[in-house]
């Protein structure tokens, strides 16, 4: 089936780092902007990274700069959050999103959650001392 399969989460230290995978099944992600949402315990989803299609254009919210990369490999249907230098305020569970490409990808990372056209489960990414 059609699915996007996650994974890389798990419980680090401050200061460490994480790289999450996102591998989409049974469909090509060479068309689609593909995003990371991440929701902390009693917060909102918010959009995390997000990268283009075509041209590598990628956002980062103000949290993560500098700290974050976003990246993708078309030829293994796969795209990468990796993530540096992680602070406790990282924790959450990470979503990685694919849409259609259509604009830009700021607004891209931050539409509403029924625009996204798949989902991965969700990947636990706990920084704790």
């Known amino acids: 089936q059609l699915q996007l399969v996650e994974s890389g989460g798990g419980l680090v230290q401050p200061g460490g780092s994480l790289r999450l995978s996102c591998v989409a099944s049974?469909?090509?992600?060479?068309?689609?902007?593909i995003g990371w949402l991440r929701q902390a315990p009693g917060q909102e989803r918010k959009g995390v990274s997000c990268i283009s299609s075509s041209d590598g254009s990628t956002y980062y919210a103000d949290s993560v700069k500098g700290r974050f990369t976003i990246s993708r490999d078309n030829a293994k249907n796969t795209v990468y959050l990796q993530m540096n230098s992680l602070k406790f305020e990282d924790t959450a569970v990470y979503y990685c999103?694919?849409?259609?490409?259509?604009?830009?990808?700021?607004?891209?990372?931050?539409?509403?959650?029924?625009?996204?056209?798949?989902w991965g489960q969700g990947t636990q990414v706990t920084v704790s001392s």
């Open positions: 049974g469909f090509t992600l060479d068309y689609y902007a």
């Open positions: 999103v694919a849409v259609t490409d259509w604009t830009t990808v700021q607004e891209i990372c931050r539409m509403p959650e029924y625009e996204y056209e798949y």
